[in-house]
């Protein structure tokens, strides 16, 4: 990516981590929202607090995307996959960014060329398809234990009856 885009990354850091936050935050219920939106406590909050060391982590890690990225990525996914919403909603987090950056530059008259948002969206694109993998992954593992915990119930009534 190209040094104005990266330095208008991290010049704004906080303002796009919070906006970003925000409209992840948003996704939840009304009811869920007015915990989360008010409680700071990363105890009695831990879904906002891990929303957003995770956003901060992939924002400060963006143009390097290493093991670090793949981390937050991850800690992201694991709140996302038990949640009760479609995976497009939980999935959006990089097309939100992708708003949140293209209204910044506006707002900041930072001029970009074609190439530099070509390149920008393609990172972007392939985050959201990593992001996706990863997603399911999460999705996955919550679907296993459920089969194992039936399977668990199942057993252990037989063997209760004898059987």
């Avoid at 009304?30 to 992939?58: A, C, W, Y």
Wanted: net charge positive.
């Amino acid at each position: 990516m190209s040094n104005s885009l990266n330095t208008l990354l991290a010049q704004n850091q906080e303002v796009i981590l919070e906006k970003w936050l925000n409209l992840r935050l948003a996704i939840f219920s009304k009811q869920k929202q007015s915990l989360i939106m008010t409680q700071m406590d990363q105890f009695q909050n831990p879904i906002r607090h891990q929303l957003h060391e995770g956003l901060k982590v992939i924002l400060e890690n963006f143009d390097k995307k290493g093991e670090k990225f793949k981390e937050a990525q991850e800690q992201i996914c694991r709140i996302l996959a038990i949640q009760d919403f479609p995976p497009s909603k939980a999935i959006a987090l990089f097309y939100e960014l992708k708003g949140i950056v293209r209204k910044l530059a506006k707002k900041t008259g930072v001029g970009f060329n074609a190439k530099d948002w070509v390149e920008f969206n393609s990172t972007i694109e392939s985050m959201t398809l990593e992001t996706v993998d990863c997603y399911c992954a999460q999705r996955e593992k919550i679907y296993q234990l459920k089969v194992d915990e039936s399977k668990n119930k199942a057993f252990m009534l037989l063997k209760k009856a004898g059987i």
